[in-house]
T-cell receptor, first 116, second 111 residues
Framework: DTAVSQTPKYLVTQMGNDKSIKCEQNLGHDTMYWYKQDSKKFLKIMFS???????INETVPNRFSPKSPDKAHLNLHINSLELGDSAVYFC???????????????FGPGTRLLVL | TQLLEQSPQFLSIQEGENLTVYCNSSSVFSSLQWYRQEPGEGPVLLVT?????EVKKLKRLTFQFGDARKDSSLHITAAQPGDTGLYLC???????????FGTGTSLTVIP
């Protein structure tokens, strides 16, 4: 009964390909996130959805497109993959985003993307 | 330059030693969190602090939020090999709706 799950766990692909990463949470949370962790372990937010509505869209190339079919799922599609896209991508969820800004984020196990 | 700088970046100590990890910024945060990330897994929340000067304890871990809410520290007493991992601080600004993660501290506790 994994709380936040991602597929695939590993993804090795060639430059120029298009790939998708899927994320599902069974916690009943309203808010979901995509983060990128680079080779130096720095974790940076990419997108956030609250009840299927985009609320955070950081400076990310438009080759990256998130899609939230329902509030339990947030998928990430990447077009024309580049070498610099190699990283670990984490999905996360939280109950809500409130003014108190104290929400716990629950992270998935990550997807290790390697672009050759 | 990142919004939250952590020091040290790497730390390797013997079991039983004490250590402190620092998380510093020039910005004021409405709340600050500490996460631990083990190899091959996602970060897991350890604590959230919201009041300047606040101190929270979690077994051998002590977390402090600076009086001005610009910095935080994590102190581990009598470190154990199970404490090994990447420690990340994350702060939420007064404006906006996201947490900014720190640069990370990779801790190794040698048995």
């Amino acid at each position: 009964d994994t709380a936040v799950s991602q597929t695939p766990k590993y993804l090795v692909t060639q430059m120029g390909n298009d790939k998708s990463i899927k994320c599902e949470q069974n916690l009943g949370h309203d808010t979901m996130y995509w983060y990128k962790q680079d080779s130096k372990k720095f974790l940076k937010i990419m997108f956030s959805y609250n009840n299927k509505e985009l609320i955070i869209n950081e400076t990310v190339p438009n080759r990256f497109s998130p899609k939230s079919p329902d509030k339990a799922h947030l998928n990430l599609h990447i077009n024309s993959l580049e070498l610099g896209d190699s990283a670990v991508y984490f999905c996360a969820s939280s109950q809500d985003w409130t003014e108190r800004k104290q929400e716990t984020q629950y992270f998935g196990p990550g997807t290790r993307l390697l672009v050759l | 330059t990142q919004l939250l700088e952590q020091s040290p970046q790497f730390l390797s100590i013997q079991e039983g030693e004490n250590l402190t990890v620092y998380c510093n910024s020039s910005s004021v945060f409405s709340s600050l969190q500490w996460y631990r990330q083990e190899p091959g897994e996602g970060p897991v929340l350890l604590v959230t602090v919201v009041t300047g000067g606040e101190v929270k304890k979690l077994k051998r871990l002590t977390f402090q939020f600076g009086d001005a809410r610009k910095d935080s520290s994590l102190h581990i007493t009598a470190a154990q090999p199970g404490d090994t991992g990447l420690y990340l601080c994350a702060g939420a600004l007064n404006t906006g709706n996201q947490f900014y993660f720190g640069t990370g501290t990779s801790l190794t506790v040698i048995p």
